[in-house]
């Protein structure tokens, strides 16, 4: 009989022998050990060696009498707890005993310690398969040290078979408990509680969007991580940009608070402890690191031909990096991808506690508030469960539950792991809502509104809506999106679109940057509460001017990776003064206008020496984006361009910073929304590669009606023939000139007619928000059809 196993001698298809976890840790040391892959060593108890320790005494007469009790009715808790007990009453064979604790020294002997410390993992015969998830059922214990304590770490490990949680997801699963063995991996530690740890998918887990790899991170051991104690970093690394060493593909660092970290007990084992201020404000990662351990990962789902979830460890005595664990992710890729369900709020409330959105679905019911799962019986099914943390002790009352609210834990924590898989909406992290939120109160946890989730007070209506993207038709004319929130980009990426037709960078200044470009630059002008906000805003960049250049280009990357290759058109800001002004520190670097809606905004900022600074922080973002990370689909547009000098001027400005129309592809649009636009047509197309028609603004300006007054709100119509005309004159004359025309305005979504209007006109591209993009593609392909059947 074959009890231990070493890693080196196992492969992924071993599942049977010794588990998933295990299998695929053979895997990754004989196969992608040598492409470079750092594994930790280690060895694995079988299946056969899991039977042979059942048989012994009766112990599986006596297993299998206590879930006789349990179809009898009998408690799932005492059940459990019957079992484990008489799993932990009984010795490990013999000659089981023996083979660990030879394996356990030549471990040592060959790593050169005596009594090494080990990470001791169960791994279910039928973990990681497809059809069923079993991370974090069964324990691990990590700093296991000594042969006695292994063995004690084992005998508990096997016990882990029959935890509650465990029984309750095989029990929903229709598993046979005896039917599935435990195997026992035994691995050297990686010193990360002087280090790092995390978590890594190869695809973003909440969306599915397949191009990205999402890593977390935090200090110490992983298990702060993965059960959700710490908020951690999350890095995005844009997978098609990686091959390229010239190129920075991490599009985004985010520095979680960090608030606790896992490192060794004094006498074996761990504890938690409270981070440094110094670690709470310092990423985890370097670019180089995130970058190696995507590229890893990356390489393992290329082997495996699946997306990955995987673990990972940082020494903190060599620096070096190592993969841990690496298992088939089983929720995303089983989802339908030709269906896209969409859920929307239709109604208001009061938003209560704020944090990270799990899946994308809305669920109401009453507040249970518990701080433990052995309050299960008083949690009604459908209500909210509010609590600190999850771990899998809380999975049989998760899976009652219409949504889950957490105090902490990122988007790889146990709370989002499970609640993605039971398909429950979620929101993690929100710091304070078991404080926030009472017992029995009425709320509604909303998933829907991109990747910051909400509770709001009372049941506020919603509707679901499915769309069939496989019956979708094919048009000449592009179908773009309008997007503006960098966070919700990656949920659309299953909708067929053409690109982006409008990216407004203000949305990401006014939400993630917040301050206003010349309070950085120049802080001696800003009130002393200003500049205490700026300071708070801006911790962690000695030079305050990288704080904006870094948000601004975190987030029109993530906007750009979600459409490649194709085209992303990103408009500079078009914040009139009075908006400005409303940025931290904006007051003192804007004047007060009487009509800002024509006034001092888009390109005549740009040149002007009040607000050139500024715009060269906007354009050094933009390159960024373009040069360093690679997404050259990102296309420059200029808003509220009067003249062709105008132009000139803001086209020289650009160059001066690194982005002149033309070098390494960039492509620079210009809004068409103001009858100069349109009238001088050809001198704008001498200048411009393409233009993109601002329907509001060119109806307000053409027909002389204030586009916000309720007064004239009968006299504002795009479908007025003196638009209309405008547009059909603007997309001849750009034709003409081989220059692209689209359209980036709402009424396309609210009339079909005015949408057969575009495309009679010849019109290139139309460019709506993502809910309305099936509808208008359908009126697109009935325009050409009738058009074609005209011609």
């Given at each position: 009989m074959r009890r231990v196993i070493r890693f080196a001698d196992l492969e992924r298809g071993d599942v049977g022998l010794v588990g998933g976890k295990n299998a695929s840790l053979g895997e990754l040391v004989g196969h992608l050990g040598p492409a470079g892959v750092r594994v930790p060593d280690g060895f694995a108890t079988t299946a056969d060696a899991f039977r042979e320790f059942l048989a012994r005494g009766g112990l599986r007469d006596e297993v299998a009498a206590q879930f006789d009790r349990l179809r009898e009715g009998a408690p799932l808790a005492d059940v459990g707890a019957a079992v484990r007990a008489a799993v932990l009453a009984t010795p490990l064979p013999e000659a089981l005993a023996g083979e660990l604790t030879d394996g356990y020294a030549r471990l040592g002997r060959e790593a050169g310690r005596t009594d090494p410390d080990v990470a001791v993992r169960s791994s279910a015969t039928a973990e990681d398969l497809p059809e069923a998830s079993f991370a974090g059922q069964q324990e691990t214990y990590l700093n296991v040290r000594g042969p006695e304590a292994l063995l004690d770490a084992c005998r508990r490990c096997f016990a882990s078979l029959f935890t509650d949680r465990a029984i309750d997801y095989r029990e929903r699963l229709g598993f046979d408990h005896l039917a599935v063995a435990l195997s026992v991996?035994?691995?050297?530690?990686?010193?990360?509680?002087?280090?790092?740890?995390?978590?890594?998918?190869?695809?973003?887990?909440?969306?599915?969007?397949?191009?990205?790899?999402?890593?977390?991170?935090?200090?110490?051991?992983?298990e702060t991580v993965v059960s959700g104690q710490v908020d951690p970093d999350e890095y995005l690394v844009f997978k098609p940009l990686l091959k390229d060493p010239g190129l920075d593909p991490v599009l985004q660092a985010v520095c979680g608070p960090k608030r606790h970290k896992s490192v060794y007990g004094d006498e074996g084992l761990t504890r938690i402890v409270e981070t440094s201020a110094e670690e709470r404000g310092a990423l985890v990662l370097d670019h180089g690191e995130v970058r190696r351990l995507a590229e890893w990962a990356v390489a393992v789902e290329e082997h495996y031909g699946c997306p990955m979830d995987l673990e990972w460890a940082k020494d903190g005595r060599s620096g070096q990096l190592f993969v841990v664990q690496a298992r088939p992710e089983t929720v995303q890729s089983r989802r339908r991808g030709a269906v896209l369900r969409r859920y929307r709020l239709t109604g208001t409330g009061e938003r209560l506690v704020d944090g990270?959105?799990?899946?994308?679905?809305v669920g109401a019911g009453p507040v249970s508030k518990l701080s433990s799962p052995v309050e299960i019986g008083r949690f009604p099914a459908g209500a909210v469960l509010v609590t600190a943390i999850t771990d899998p002790d809380w999975e049989p009352l998760m899976k009652r539950a219409s949504a889950i609210v957490t105090d902490h834990g990122g988007r790889t924590s146990h709370a989002a792991i499970v609640s993605r898989e039971l398909g429950v909406p979620a929101v993690v992290g929100t710091g304070r809502a078991t404080e926030v939120l009472d017992d029995g109160q009425e709320v509604?946890?909303?998933?829907?509104?991109?990747?910051?989730?909400?509770?709001?007070?009372?049941?506020?209506d919603f509707e679901e809506s499915e769309t069939d993207l496989g019956s979708l038709p094919a048009t000449r004319t592009k179908v773009m999106l309008n997007l503006a929130d960098p966070a919700a980009a990656f949920r659309w990426w299953r909708l067929p679109a053409d690109g982006v037709g409008l990216a407004r960078t203000e949305f990401v200044v006014a939400h993630q940057v917040r301050v206003h470009p010349l309070a950085l630059l120049h802080p001696?002008?800003?009130?002393?509460?200003?500049?205490?906000l700026v300071d708070a805003l801006s911790d962690g960049h000695p030079d305050r001017t990288e704080y904006f250049v870094d948000r601004l280009a975190q987030g029109v990357a993530r906007i750009a990776a979600s459409r490649w290759p194709d085209p992303v058109v990103v408009r500079t800001s078009?914040?009139?003064?009075?908006?400005?002004?409303?940025?931290?520190?904006g007051a003192p670097f804007e004047p007060v206008e009487a009509n800002p809606m024509i006034g001092w905004r888009g390109a005549s900022r740009y040149y002007d020496d009040r607000y050139r600074e500024g715009f060269a922080l906007e354009c050094r973002a933009l390159r960024r984006v373009r040069d360093e990370m690679g997404l050259t689909n990102l296309v420059v547009m200029i808003p509220f361009c009067r003249t062709p000098e105008e132009a000139d001027r803001v086209l020289a400005v650009m160059a001066e910073n690194g982005l002149a129309r033309g070098r390494n592809g960039l492509r620079v649009f210009v809004m068409a929304e103001i009858p100069a636009n349109v009238l001088l047509a050809e001198e704008f197309a001498q200048r411009f590669d393409g233009f993109s028609v601002g329907s509001n603004d060119l109806t307000q300006l053409t027909l002389g009606v204030d586009r916000d007054s309720d007064l004239l709100a009968h006299l504002f119509d795009e479908s007025n023939p003196a638009v209309t005309r405008s547009i059909e004159t603007l997309i001849a004359t750009a034709h003409a000139a081989g220059r692209h025309v689209g359209l980036c305005g709402q009424r396309p979504s609210n009339d079909p007619a005015f949408t057969r209007f575009l495309v009679d006109a010849g019109i290139d591209s139309i460019s709506v928000t993502p809910d309305s993009f099936a509808a208008v593609k359908q009126q697109v392909a009935a325009a050409e059809h009738a058009r074609h059947r005209t011609d």
């Open positions: 991996g035994v691995q050297l530690m990686v010193r990360s509680d002087l280090g790092g740890s995390g978590v890594m998918f190869t695809l973003d887990p909440e969306s599915g969007f397949p191009e990205a790899v999402v890593v977390s991170a935090a200090w110490g051991l992983g990270i959105a799990v899946g994308e679905a509604t946890v909303s998933c829907a509104e991109g990747a910051d989730g909400h509770v709001y007070r009372g049941r506020v001696d002008r800003l009130s002393p509460e200003d500049r205490r078009d914040f009139k003064t009075n908006e400005y002004a409303r940025l931290v520190g």
